[in-house]
């Protein structure tokens, strides 16, 4: 598939989620890999033959699969439960509310190919829907990187911390962003990338590089664009929010649904305490057939898109 | 607590106290002062809803004062409808919604079998319940893996809450299902306390397959008008009954 093949300076992030995985669990036995089937797709090929006895496969039972990491985790274990996103939430979303968040268990869910990835094969294999559903169970912390190191930052801190998370893993080749030495990750704790006093773009995941791309491109034309990673989508970062809100107009920018997710996130607390114009880009609906790149580009969620409803915020 | 609370589900309650009380009191080794101790035993109330029997077990084993047993449903209480480990010291998970005690209780077992750890996991499910496909996706996975830590008791009264099981989707032969998902079957009377000790025993157990006890019970147990009657899956008895059933069940302890 067209999407997943990397091309120069290109990266799929689940690479760096194996990786990170792989690190942690040198590090701490309470490691354990829990997947549906998806050893391949989640790259786990080498974890298992590592660590044999702490890859738990339980076959195609997203439901079950879910639990089980409710278990692993009762029993003392940190499992990293992974299957591609449109299964593992829509199938499993009780075992997601009730064994993990109402639980408080401490299951660390990775959704893998998520967004549309798996864009050739139709709806029911696109996850656009999932930011939008997870954010409103509470007691879920929801994060979407941007690229490899990133992912592997949101691992580690997954990990480190205590209670349920839900990781989206992209398999869209993204590039490395450009970040100032010594930069770091926070769980709940948004990343300025640019600053800029017209507008802000607010992004995560595969659009992130996307709104440097579009605040670059606004730069030339006059127009200064504040370029904001909102990597944790629950809990969200209300101050973040409230800078970005000073400019007076905000686009946001997501590989999902345009509402609900972070679209839907930063309007309700825009609405209640800062109300400003926004744009909110992200995909309509079910999708059709088509290459994840086609699908991106068809629904305006490029550099051109954002900087396109960037200057229709701002009247220019 | 029912009376006093105004609901509840006094069926499934009375007809899984004999299981719950055996294996509180006789079985499961735990430290009520240590509640999250790594090696104790644990239980799992699979359906979910039976929290009068849970929390009658809890309280008398030490894990909260049995005066907080008044509190059952009242505005804000931690005697929830259905149980929470967040709560409630005890609960092992969230229950409520059916299917989602064995996946977990599974999931524990898994943990135990690659620590190589002695403790063992009791989930009880209602049969009912087992109509739940992601029941049988933890059945079928524990099967595969041999988990010999791994006890579930099936509280086989025939009632779902509207129907006869055999009449709504049939579980019949239900000891044939589990055995040919490698499970060891064991069928009990469930309100004898004799027998429900000798399947529980761990010298019949087997060590590399887990083991079901499918435990035949009557839906109401001991309350001769709320036995066998799909009617009192939920309800609460009026002050006639509740007094009748007080003494039929005095009755049936002195006897």
Redesign the interface.
Known sequence: MSASAPSSGLFDCRDAYVRAVEELAIADDRI?AVVNDSVGSSKLGKFRDRFP??L?N??I?E??M????????????I?FVSGASCFLTARAM??IK??CA????NVKLCGISSGVAYGELGATHHSIEDVAWLRAIDNLTVIVPSDPWETAAAIKAAAEMDGPVFIRISRMPVPQIARAEGASFAIGKAEVLRVGNDLAIIANGTLLHQAVAAAQDLAAEGISARVVNMATVSPLDAEAIAACAATGAIVTAEEGLASGGLGGAVAELCARHHPVPMRMLGFPGFLPTGSAAWLMDRFGLNANGIAAAARELVGR | MIVAAGQGHPGGDLSATDIVAALYFDILRFDPTAPLA?SRD?FILSKGHCTGALYTALAGAGFFPEADLDTYLQPGSRLNGHP???YLPGV??????L??G???????????Q??N?DYRVFVLTGDGELQE??MW??A??AG?RGLGNLTVIVDRNRLQQGARTEDTNSLEPLGGKWASFGWQVVEVDGHDHAALLAAFDDACAPRNQPRVIIANTIKGKGVSFMENQAGWHHGVPNPEQYQQALAELEAEIHA
């Open positions: 354990v006895h702490r738990v339980v076959g039972a439901q079950n879910v639990g089980i990491g409710a278990g692993l985790a009762n029993g003392g274990k499992p009780e075992q009730v064994d109402y639980s408080n268990s | 790594p644990r929470n480990r967040t092992e998970t969230n229950t409520g919604p299917g989602h064995l996946p977990v209780g599974v999931g524990i077992a898994v943990a135990g690659i620590d750890a496909g992601s996706e933890a079928m996975f595969h």
